[in-house]
């Protein structure tokens, strides 16, 4: 009851502070909860990001962070395309693994969790005519991996796997839904998630074996799992990277 409590607390603060509008989308305390909320409205916007979290997300006190990151999306991507607008979506629409062993060495949260992001993606498709970007973090990028490797694929327009352990797949040509050549991929160099042997989930995405777009992460010597939103738009060029996909700003991408 604590973890929702927090989790409503944190919503209500976003939609309360001032900045872009805030669109409550799904909540329910089923599982370990789930909220589902956009920064700026998906429907009138011209890009839209859906963001999945990994490991340790539920509805809860985090959920703040989640939501904040989606909200610096949403003003990189207006850094990077000033003409255009741009909605971000922090999908905790699932039960994510709580735990790193054996919560995020097993498949099946990323199983349950793919019908669900499926089915939002092809809402998604079916009542914006925006650039739709999937972008997973973490065990999220297992989740959109999963989902995509299925023959019902998923509806993107672009995928970007940051600091992903695998997605289920050895090749990005093997992810349906998304055009080929629009898979991206970041992990910063110290981050712990390197350690993750390939067998587990596939090759690492920033494996070159892979095939998807690598884009650069390192700014700064510290840079772990859960530094790619932090600093600003100009010193992180994560941000810049994930900032330039969501617009379709290709040639930026470092």
Do not use: C
């Amino acid at each position: 009851m604590q973890d929702a409590l927090d989790g409503i607390k944190a919503i209500h603060d976003r939609i309360a502070a001032p900045g872009p509008a805030v669109y409550l989308l799904k909540f329910s305390t089923e599982g370990r909860g789930r909220a589902v909320v956009a920064i700026n409205n998906p429907d009138t916007a011209d890009n839209v990001i859906t963001y999945v979290p990994g490991t340790f997300a539920k509805l809860g006190e985090g959920t703040a962070t989640d939501i904040e990151r989606s909200h610096k999306m949403v003003a990189d991507a207006g850094l990077a395309a000033p003409s255009k607008k741009t909605s971000s979506i922090t999908w905790e629409g699932y039960d994510a693994p709580q735990s790193l062993i054996p919560g995020a060495a097993e498949s099946g949260f990323a199983d349950d969790a793919a019908p669900d992001l499926r089915r939002f993606q092809t809402g998604l498709r079916a009542s914006t005519h925006a650039h739709l970007t999937v972008l997973g973090h973490s065990y999220g990028t297992t989740v959109v991996g999963f989902t995509a490797r299925d023959t019902a694929g998923i509806q993107a327009d672009d995928i970007v796997f940051v600091a992903s352990p695998g997605v289920g797949v050895a090749y990005a040509v093997q992810l349906n839904g998304v055009p080929l050549g629009h898979v991206w991929a970041t992990t910063a160099v110290f981050d712990i998630i390197r350690i993750v042997p390939d067998v587990r989930y596939g090759y690492s995405p920033v494996d070159p074996q892979f095939g998807a777009h690598q884009f650069t992460m390192d700014w700064n010597p510290l840079d772990g799992h859960t530094t790619y939103w932090d600093g600003t738009y100009d010193d992180n060029p994560a941000r810049r990277g994930i900032a330039a996909i969501a617009t379709s700003k290709y040639s930026s991408v470092q």
